[in-house]
């Protein structure tokens, strides 16, 4: 059979792993296929620049990414700029020459995935498992693997910067300010670091798993979100007490009131496996009504990583293309996303781990005990571990299982008394992973 | 569009799975298709003196599966019956008719599955998700979601009851056989334990996954095994001394002398994810040579879980029937299997836990030792914990790297010493995963 011919727009991380890929893994590819894929023409802005390895001798070299998208000597368009302007137009182009697209743009697809993926009903397939944690296959395993089941819950680590941030916090009893440093100077973390260390990047991943495992239309800014700022080792030293650790857990449940999806730090069992994610690593458990739980894992990020991703989709798509599959049936996890069906964060239940800051002085379990009753909230456990600080003294309350609503209005309460030196910080202990 | 027609044959185990979650998920698996799954017809030889639930009113329900395989109504057929040979007339009389075939059946498709996949070819597709590790979608991983990589080893527990039946004696430091006896009690050990606990269904497995993984074809019974009934609660209390545990491994890598397969019982570090994979679960842990380390976990069997794979894989032939997609293309992960190019243990090189049971003597060390370096094999460390039988006393060497085949030659010379009580156990230390 004929070589499928690849069109490649963007020669950054991404795009230069796949490159990289492609000529590593060439006649393995074709032995996979039964055809060979061919690099026919690649672009960036400042290809005719820069120098792009990888690049094979034969393939069209342009800054202009017209002339590949929509090029008819092209059979499948890879859009690896990022971002959600040109993007957008590139892969739209794409759609409209009928040309399948990959794509690895989280933030574009999180955004605008429905619209895109109803223009190209009918003419050409989207493929973007390279948009979420870069080298765990999790759309191929909800879109085909476990397909047939009905996903329940899952619960995702999908941001390798926070999580090595909070590992690193774990390990070495640093501050946050101090790993987050150190992670910059090693490029762990950006120079602006606030889309992971917020949580805006796992939400981003989180809205899309959401969207291929509920099949629900899901803005990122409908979830709740809360960033790893606040840990301190403190934390994980109660935690640790507690049988726990914590991570920022992306958490999406069907419940009766609707989808609960949140991102924030939580406390998870250690003796989960979830709990052994290290460092930049990502992992999706998976709670499915039939198959029961399943865990997946691999690197969050990575040129080659997330090059397999986007390798990996230009196969499937080549292999579509060879034998004859027309785009009538959506390669997406469902034909069409329905309208979300959110529930509030209000509604949430859960024991909660409370950490406050107190001055030391007498009847402050009392108090605080007094306003947790008021709210209806038991309490669960008292902590204090040995410090030298009375003036700052951390100490925790773990409590029953409680709606949010009232734990909030409880803290709000706190956060007035004159012993509390700062804003209490609630944590969700999670007991489904 | 109209419904895609399914003809399911057997209905054991698997079969009422797949069977409960057609019934159960039915309009789940509509809005992701775009169109129905309709169980069309049933078959097991019993059919019509049993009764079996979730077959839908419409449904042809017979004896005789030859109504089923090759019937002009039906799309896509279901081999759950199991065995090898009268399955395998199922397989071959669906292929023939053009219909693609779902399977569950390790034994045949390790057997004789890349005959089948050649008589498929061009006719119709083979799916078999579900014969290896239930609940893992692995075969769609390797399949699909890190096609574009080249797997250089993978490490995986694929037998639920082997795992179970380790776990407990290192959770209860009980002996094997009570542990057995109380599996077998419970129903999870068969009344003839022997493809389990041997490692010969682990080793179907594993030559299923090579084969997908490395696109050679690798019979069962050219692979190294070894089963799990010499293994004492002795030998997790000096695995744990030296921070491993034991696992039935069944592990893959590409090497300079070929594929190196095998499956026996092996030291693990206690840190490595695979470590806490507890009870009846499965796990792959796969490196490849971009996207490095991912780790897959999941049910290792059970009607529902692995009516999971069932379900998934009717689903991806449905669609590829409805987006008229031929089968030029093989859905294996290669088009066509290699011959076998694999590596003798003889000369797999690994550090090794050797465990001795002696009657109490002076010069023990020094003549193992001296044995040892005629071999030219190094210590690591030896390892003697208290014990108070003196006529049968275990204890422990590490070697460090050394060829299994001058390990075994020195095992050899030490059986024949009149201190050893029992052969010397040797188990490979494990450092890949």
Known sequence: MKPVRIGLIGTGNVGSGALEILALNG???EAKLGFPLEIAAVSSRNILTKSVSNI????????????????????????????TTTAREIIECALKAGKPVITANKELMA??????????????TIHMEASVAGGVPIHAVLREGIAGDSAQ???GILNGTSNYILTEIEAKSSAFDDVLGEAQRLG????????????????SKLALLAQMAFGQRVAPGSIYCEGIRRITPFDFQYAHTLGHTIRLVCAARRTPAGLALSVRPTLIPKST????????????????????????????????PTGVAVVSDIMRAARDLRSGASARVSPFSFQKLAEPDLASIDDFVCGYYLRFRVKDSTGIIATLGRILAENGISIDAVLQLPTDDKANLPFVITVEPAREADVRKALLEMEALDFIVEKPLALPLERGV
């Open 273 to 304: 496996i979830l709990a052994s994610v290290l460092g930049a690593y990502n992992a999706v458990w998976v709670r499915g009504a039939a198959g029961q739980d399943t865990f997946y894992y691999g690197r969050g990020a990575g040129a080659l």
């Open 153 to 155: 819950a899952f619960f």
């Open 111 to 124: 955004l605008a995935g429905p619209e895109l993926q109803a223009e190209a009903t009918g003419k050409a």
């Open 188 to 203: 762990y973390a950006e120079a602006d670091p606030t889309a992971d260390v917020e949580g805006y990047d796992a939400r």
């Open 56 to 83: 094979p001798a034969g393939a069209r070299v342009t800054a202009d990414w017209r002339e590949v998208a929509g090029a008819a000597d092209i059979d499948i368009v890879c859009e690896l700029i990022g971002g």
């Open 27 to 29: 006649s393995e590819l």
